[in-house]
């Protein structure tokens, strides 16, 4: 959510921010409301004040006897009219808070203006391509050929979008997970979390994710308004919802591997095969609360740890900075980390490492307490993924597929595979 008192005195910036975005959100609805708002606000206190002024006069005229039936019936008429614009402005408030956290989060200056992905510049990119001999085939090709994979299965059980992994496959995305949490714990400095991945109304509007994108959700039929994560950044980021955390202990990094739930209800007819775009999937999502002055760094430090595990995995992959038209909701800047697939021939996302800045932690009242003031201030929160296992272990399968059908198992990974250097065909 953005700061109240920049909408109040500023509203040309959030315009020109939203124009930037290319969103159609109407600023003059704000404006308007908080015009309204202020113009109640005024009309309460002036009743307040006839009425403070008129007490004391009802006092003298029932101290000596006096009728005061004529400014008892007006106190009466102002109690009622107060009660009346009391009602008003919550009602106008609720709208406005509505309004607030209907708007995305602004760009960072640095952001590059942009509409779509195609203007998404490219930053930097890693490893080389592997050359094959042969046409290389797509990974749930190679997946159900070697018994690893079954999605016929998976829709008699849940429908479609939905997979299961069996053998040598479940046991290399597990090694997968453990690579990651490994690496962000032992060379990052995250620590490792297991949160619930069931959480209420409250905790998703605070990472952003309600009111806008509940059709993107899945939400558990009952009365208790509780929603499936659709990733850990949910759980991860309301650790310190409505605290106060110590200036000295910050940068706070935190990781976690669970499953993550999502509708995809925009996205028919994309993927329809294989594991890239699943309802259900696992991912390494990690989060940093950080101090305002150093969030920018910290997002090239969480994006290098993202990168890492691609390096580890001595996989190619390229990384580009997202334009102020395809950034994510509560994001001020983003990279995109994207892997080569080479049964798609084409670079495909694995990572989203964003700074969301104060966003996510005004939605959340997320603050610390700097040591040479008094005065609260509100953190940063970054996320991002280091990565998405269910696409690492299509890129691992991809990269590493040989002639005869076979996947070479990655040295990185062989520590975790009991030994299992290679899946060959039966």
């Known amino acids: 959510m953005l700061d109240l008192k920049l909408m109040q005195k500023n509203p040309e910036a959030v ?6 975005r290319g969103s159609k959100i109407d600023v003059q609805e704000f404006t308007d409301l908080d015009e309204k708002r202020k113009a109640l606000i005024a009309e309460v206190e002036a009743l307040k004040a006839e009425k403070n002024a008129v007490g004391p006069e009802i006092a003298k005229r029932k101290k000596a006897g006096e009728d005061a039936s004529d400014l008892l019936k007006k106190m009466g008429e102002v109690s009622g009219r107060t009660k009346e614009l009391d009602a008003e402005l919550s009602v106008v408030e609720a709208a406005q808070k509505e309004w607030m956290m209907s708007v995305p ?15 998404n510049p490219f930053v930097r990119d890693w490893g080389t391509k592997p050359e094959f001999d042969f046409e290389p085939k797509e990974h749930w090709e190679l997946g159900t050929e070697l018994g690893g994979l079954d999605f016929e299965c998976a829709a008699k059980l849940a429908g479609s979008r939905f997979s299961i992994s069996y053998g040598w496959c479940a046991r290399l995305e597990r090694a997968l997970a453990q690579l990651m949490l490994d690496t962000q714990t032992e060379m990052h400095g995250y620590i490792e979390v297991n949160p619930p991945t069931i959480v209420n109304r409250k905790t998703m509007t605070g990472t952003g994710q309600l009111p806008k994108f509940e059709e993107d959700l899945f939400k558990l039929n009952d009365d208790r308004d509780f929603y499936l994560i659709p990733t850990a950044e ?12 110590d200036e ?18 925009g996205s028919y007819g994309k993927d329809t095969k294989g594991l890239i775009r699943q309802h259900q999937f696992y991912k390494v999502e990690m989060v940093n609360f950080a101090h305002p002055d150093k969030s920018y760094e910290a997002l090239e430090d969480m994006t290098a740890a993202a990168e890492k595990i691609l390096q580890l995995l001595n996989i190619p992959y390229q990384v580009i900075e997202l334009c102020t038209g395809d950034m994510g909701f509560g994001a001020t800047k983003t990279y995109d980390i994207e892997v080569w697939l ?12 964003s700074n969301c800045g104060d966003f996510q932690a005004r939605r959340a009242n997320i603050k610390f307490k700097p040591t040479d003031s008094k005065k609260k201030q509100f953190a940063h929160t970054l996320n991002g993924s280091g990565l998405a296992v269910g696409r690492c272990l299509v890129a691992v399968i991809e990269n590493y597929q040989q002639a005869d059908g076979s996947i070479v198992i990655p040295d990185a990974l062989k520590k975790y595979m009991g030994g299992l250097e290679v899946v060959k065909p039966e």
């Open 15 to 20: 315009r020109e921010s939203l124009t930037k």
């Open 234 to 245: 949910v759980p991860l980021t309301n650790i310190f919802a409505g605290e106060v955390i």
């Open 105 to 119: 989060n602004i760009p960072h200056e640095s952001v590059p203006v942009g509409a779509t992905e195609e203007e």
């Open 342 to 353: 080479p049964g798609q021939d084409a670079y495909r996302e694995i990572s989203s490492c």
């Open 248 to 265: 000295t202990k910050l940068p706070i990094k935190f990781c976690a591997h669970t499953p993550c739930f999502r509708s995809e209800a």
